[in-house]
């Protein structure tokens, strides 16, 4: 139904990049928060990155300058390019659908998808 799907996460080396893809198929992604979180095993969920219905986007903190958000609207797509990976970017990365809101916060969206690792070695 709405649940987004997650890929594109796997073993990289510091320094390089990957990007992960989310399909929301079913979801209009125009309108629609589409966001991405991740959690490291013993941590809370962190807020990575989202883009608004009117293109704006939003990142964290210890992301910003290095990770950007995109939509593809035709294909119900969203993006996670991530540059200059460091290994504290180890973590489950989650696509997540939602109403605009706290967007930095989970519970300010609706779907979630089921993960995909990425991990970072130094």
């Known amino acids: 139904q709405g649940q987004p799907v997650e890929s594109g996460g796997k073993l990289a080396q510091a320094g390089g990049r990957l990007r992960l893809s989310c399909a929301a198929s079913g979801v209009t992604v125009r309108f629609f928060v589409m966001g991405w979180f991740r959690q490291a095993p013993g941590k809370e969920r962190e807020f990575v990155a989202a883009?608004?219905?009117?293109?704006?986007?939003f990142y964290g903190d210890s992301v910003k300058g290095r990770f950007t958000i995109s939509r593809d609207n035709a294909k119900s797509m969203a993006y996670l390019q991530m540059n200059s990976l460091k290994p504290d970017d180890t973590a489950t990365y989650y696509c997540a659908v939602g109403r605009q809101g706290s967007l930095r916060l989970p519970g300010s969206y609706d779907y979630w998808g089921q993960g995909t690792q990425v991990t970072v070695s130094s």
């Open positions: 883009i608004t219905p009117d293109d704006g986007t």
